[in-house]
C-alpha cells in the first residue's frame, strides 16, 4: 500500500508526535476497507496527539470530535491550528472513554486507532459508553494491536525482553475479539481481520526518539514481531 494519505504528513511530525506504531497508515488502511462519506460527524476516540484526527478532516473532509485523556485539549487544538484547521472541522476535547460528554445519536461514525484495547476488553463497555452515541446504521471503527494466535499460556522469551505479562495483557487474537464484541446487542460484527502492514507501522515508531519506542526496540529487534499484528474491527449500529 501506497499511504498516498499518510505520507503527506511531514516526517518530522510524525517522529515528534506519533504515540505508537503509525497511526496515519494504520487509518489509510482502515478507512481504504471502510470509507467514511464526505462531511459525516466523527469521534475519534483515543487520538493522543491528534495525527489521525487531523488526517480525518484534512484528507477525508470529516468533522471531527479529537478526544483523549492523556493529552490536553489546549495542546492538541494548537496542533490542529497550525494545519489550517478551524473549530467548524474539529474539536478538541479532554475526556476519559468511560465519561464521554456526547449525546445519544449524535455520531455518524466513531473511529479509534491503537487505543481501544485499553478500555473495550470490559464486555459491557460497548453497549454501556459508546454505542449509544451512534445514530443508528452508523459504523464503529476500530484498529487494535494483537496476536495472530494467543500467546499469553506460554509467552515468547523475546516478548518479555520490553514488555511484561501484565503489559501484554490487553493484546489478543481475532477470535478473543469477537467474544467480547459479541457480547453487545444491537451492534452487528462485520469483519475482524488482520491488517496487511503492521511491521512497517512498527518500524515508523522504532524509529522515534520517544522513550518508549526506544524500549520496544529490544523485543521487535529480536524478532518479536512475528507474533504480532494489527487487527481491524468493522462494526454497525443496527
Known amino acids: 500500500m501506497q499511504y498516498k494519505k499518510a505520507n503527506r504528513f511531514d516526517q518530522?511530525?510524525?517522529k515528534e508526535n506519533i504515540m505508537g506504531p503509525n497511526p496515519a497508515k494504520l487509518l489509510e488502511e482502515l478507512l481504504e476497507?471502510?470509507?467514511i462519506p464526505a462531511n459525516s460527524t466523527v469521534l475519534d476516540l483515543g487520538c493522543g496527539r491528534g495525527v489521525t484526527s487531523i488526517m480525518l478532516a484534512k484528507e477525508y473532509g470529516l468533522r471531527v470530535f479529537a478526544a483523549d485523556l492523556w493529552i490536553s485539549a489546549t495542546d492538541n487544538?494548537?496542533?490542529?491550528?497550525q494545519f489550517g484547521l478551524t473549530d467548524r472541522e474539529i474539536v478538541p476535547i479532554h475526556a476519559e472513554a468511560h465519561d464521554l460528554p456526547f449525546a445519544d445519536?449524535?455520531?455518524?461514525?466513531?473511529?479509534s486507532i491503537d487505543s481501544y484495547h485499553y478500555y473495550g476488553l470490559d464486555k459491557e463497555y460497548l453497549?454501556?459508553?459508546l454505542l449509544p452515541l451512534v445514530k443508528p446504521g452508523g459504523w464503529l471503527l476500530f484498529v487494535v494491536p494483537g496476536f495472530h494466535k494467543d500467546i499469553h499460556d506460554n509467552i515468547p522469551e523475546e516478548m518479555l525482553l520490553s514488555w511484561s505479562a501484565e503489559d501484554l495483557d490487553t493484546l489478543h487474537d481475532a477470535d478473543y475479539w469477537k467474544d467480547i464484541l459479541s457480547?453487545?446487542?444491537?451492534?452487528?460484527i462485520v469483519s475482524i481481520s488482520e491488517m496487511a502492514h503492521c511491521l512497517e507501522c512498527w518500524q515508523d515508531w522504532l524509529e522515534t526518539d520517544n522513550e518508549y519506542a526506544v524500549n520496544d526496540r529490544k523485543a521487535m529487534n529480536a524478532g518479536a514481531g512475528a507474533y504480532m499484528n494489527f487487527l481491524a474491527i468493522a462494526l454497525r449500529r443496527t
Open 33 to 35: 476497507a471502510y470509507p
Open 105 to 111: 445519536e449524535f455520531f455518524d461514525v466513531i473511529v
Open 12 to 14: 518530522s511530525f510524525l
Open 127 to 129: 453497549g454501556k459508553h
Open 77 to 81: 487544538w494548537n496542533r490542529f491550528r
Open 183 to 188: 457480547a453487545t446487542e444491537g451492534v452487528e
